[in-house]
């Protein structure tokens, strides 16, 4: 039972991905008071210029891509209510298979435990009772994602964190609902998503923690709406708030084992340090 403030630490791989994963529990946990820290791991350069320019396409300009996410990353902590940013700006390595993965000194080329280390230092000033990253495939494959998620498990062992450690999931009830919405907006969907690709999510009995963050999903619209610059971030915002908030309402987590004795079954993530 801690008696001074509560802290969650968020991992995350570029500016954005805290709005769509996270945004929900950022914003509600700094609204009860917590304090609540992102680490945003890349510069996000390899995003969307504006007009939806690729990288590599004419006028995409990465230094400019970089800064200008930067600064929707600060409009989205404000939004959420983020109580600390800390970007370690590394460069964006892109979607995997890009030749962007292997720039040196990109996030993907950094050796793990050099980032983990930086990060460490962070584990080591904010003191974290709850950390919050990607699963090992960082969620879908990303490398940027894959490498958030190394660094923090290596920061935790670094660090010898007693923090209660959970990875982004989504049921799959709500990857077929999304499924079904798309189609629904008229998107060419398969019916069964390919059997060679690993299926996103995990079965909705394998997640471990549900958390209700109904009551903030129009904050989260609002963060992810200071990223609409970036393609992927339409889907969501095309829903509109009231749908979104229906689908969005609840934000799911897989609990690591960390020995702290809850339910296995959570509604909260801080259950068990209050
Ligand atoms: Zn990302």
Redo the contacts with the bound molecule.
Sequence with gaps: MSNGQLTLLAV???P??EATGTGGVLARYAAEGVRTVLVTCTDGRCGDAPGGVKPGEPGHDPEAVAASRLAELAASCAILGVTDLEVLGYPDSGMAGWSTNDVPGSFWTTPVVDAAARLAELMNHYRPDVVVTYDPNGFYG?P??IQAHRITMSALEQTGSAAKVYWTTIPHSTMRKFGEMAREAGMEMPDEPPSDVPEIGLPDDQITTWVDVTAFADRKFAALGAHASQEETMPFLSMGVERFAEVMGVETFVRVDDGVDTAVRETDLFAGLR
């Design positions: 995350h791989a570029h954005d991905d990303h940027d994602h």
